[in-house]
């Protein structure tokens, strides 16, 4: 046998090998969700009714020092929201802005994790209410 032939028989193998992992992959993707349209209309039913107890959507610092969310979207990305929401605390172990966020704050109340904030659709919509906010 030649090494040519050597060659092209195990670049077949490796084919028929690495072939159950392509299946595999293909699996995978199909399973995955299908992209979820974020309603900025239920996420301010959702502010109104959660968020706003604390949170004003002006510039203003409310009265128990929650910063007011007026163009919150130029401080955070939409990936740093969706993990502060879902628990700032836990959030703040790992990301120091986070951190320095609840550190700053002298009123002494912290922003809650939330049981509605548990469902990632439920931010995503908040998220893109919060987006409407700017001037
Ligand atoms: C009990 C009061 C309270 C509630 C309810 C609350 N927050 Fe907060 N939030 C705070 C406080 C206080 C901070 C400042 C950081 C800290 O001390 O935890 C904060 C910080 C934030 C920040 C960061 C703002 C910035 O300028 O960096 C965002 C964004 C935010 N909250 C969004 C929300 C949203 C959206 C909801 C509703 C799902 C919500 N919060 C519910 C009190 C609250």
Redesign the pocket.
């Given at each position: 046998m030649s090494v040519k032939s050597n060659v092209v028989t195990l670049s077949l193998c490796l084919l028929i090998i690495s072939a159950p992992a392509f299946a595999d992959e293909a699996t995978e993707t199909e399973g995955l969700p299908e992209t979820f349209a974020a309603s900025a209309e239920r996420g301010k039913a959702?502010?109104q009714a959660?968020?706003a107890?604390?949170?004003t959507t002006t510039y203003e610092e409310s009265r128990?020092?929650?910063?007011g969310?007026k163009g919150?979207l130029e401080?955070?990305s939409e990936t740093w929201?969706n993990q502060?929401?879902k628990s700032?605390e836990e959030f703040a172990q790992k990301d120091v802005a986070a951190r320095d966020?609840?550190d700053a704050?002298t009123?002494g109340?912290?922003?809650?994790t939330?049981p509605?904030?548990q469902d990632e659709h439920n931010r995503l919509d908040?998220i893109e209410y919060?987006k409407t906010l700017k001037e």
């Open positions: 959702q502010f959660i968020c107890h604390c949170h128990i020092g929650a910063p969310l919150v401080r955070h929201l502060w929401l700032p966020l609840i704050n009123f109340l912290a922003m809650p939330l509605a904030m908040i919060l």
